[in-house]
């Protein structure tokens, strides 16, 4: 069964902090990963990483995946207190079905 | 990325009734996915609905617990049947859109709240 590990489960900072999300997967038949920002109901897409090694950036947000170790981080530098949400990293196999992880809830306090 | 509304947003259900959840996409597409994030959880698939063939159910889920249609390539229903307590949660359609799979794009969700 497809497992998709996030850490830490939750944390707390302060406007200004940068943090530092991690993903870990054990899939058959990888194709992509995924992360999202959940704040009330509908997850938004962020990122879609297939290379290893090759940095997405979208403004402070950016994130990067090593298929070697079978993980990938989300970086969120300056933070604001509009980026207080949960963050749910998926990961695509090869029957495109996405598993979610339990995602981190990030807390910014002003 | 993709327009998808849901209907209703929310409800309150007594327990034995069902519920009928609608998804509208603003283009085709092919694939469409029914998820179920029950409180302090992550997102669980229930289906994916083809149309044109029926849907395909995770382990766990069953039809007469959760038909689903999907008459066009925009829209798709999910019915939550015979609810109890343990059905509520947050009902997320999805799309795969961009011609990257897996780039799956979510509706707004149904918060349902069965008593």
């Known amino acids: 069964e497809d497992k998709v590990v996030q850490s830490p489960l939750s944390l707390v900072v302060h406007e200004g902090d940068t943090v530092t999300l991690n993903c870990s997967y054990e899939?058959?038949?990888?194709?992509?990963l995924l992360w999202y920002k959940q704040e009330k109901k509908a997850p938004t897409f962020l990122f879609m990483l297939?290379?290893?090694?090759i940095e997405k950036k979208s403004g402070r947000l950016s994130s990067i995946l090593d298929k070697k170790e079978l993980s990938s981080i989300l970086n969120i530098t300056a933070t604001q207190t509009g980026d207080s949400a949960i963050y749910l990293c998926?990961?695509?196999?090869?029957?495109?079905?996405?598993?979610f992880g339990a995602g981190t809830t990030v807390t910014v306090r002003a | 990325s993709a327009v998808i509304s849901q209907k209703p947003s929310r409800d309150i259900c007594q327990r034995g009734t069902s519920l009928t959840i609608q998804c509208q996409v603003d283009?085709?597409?092919?694939?469409m996915f029914w998820y179920r994030q029950q409180p302090g959880q992550s997102l669980t698939l229930i289906a994916t609905?083809?149309?044109?063939?029926?849907?395909?159910?995770e382990s766990g889920f069953v039809i007469d617990k959760f038909p689903i249609s999907r008459p066009n390539l925009t829209f798709s229903t999910l019915t939550v049947s015979n609810m109890s307590p343990e059905d509520s949660s947050i009902y997320l359609c999805?799309?795969?859109?961009?011609?990257?799979?897996?780039?799956?794009?979510f509706g707004p969700g149904t918060r349902l709240l069965v008593l």
């Open positions: 283009s085709q597409v092919t694939m």
């Open positions: 998926a990961v695509g196999s090869g029957d495109y079905k996405l598993s």
């Open positions: 999805s799309v795969e859109r961009g011609g990257l799979l897996e780039t799956q794009y």
């Open positions: 609905a083809n149309q044109g063939s029926e849907a395909t159910y």
């Open positions: 899939v058959t038949n990888f194709r992509s």
């Open positions: 297939t290379s290893s090694g």
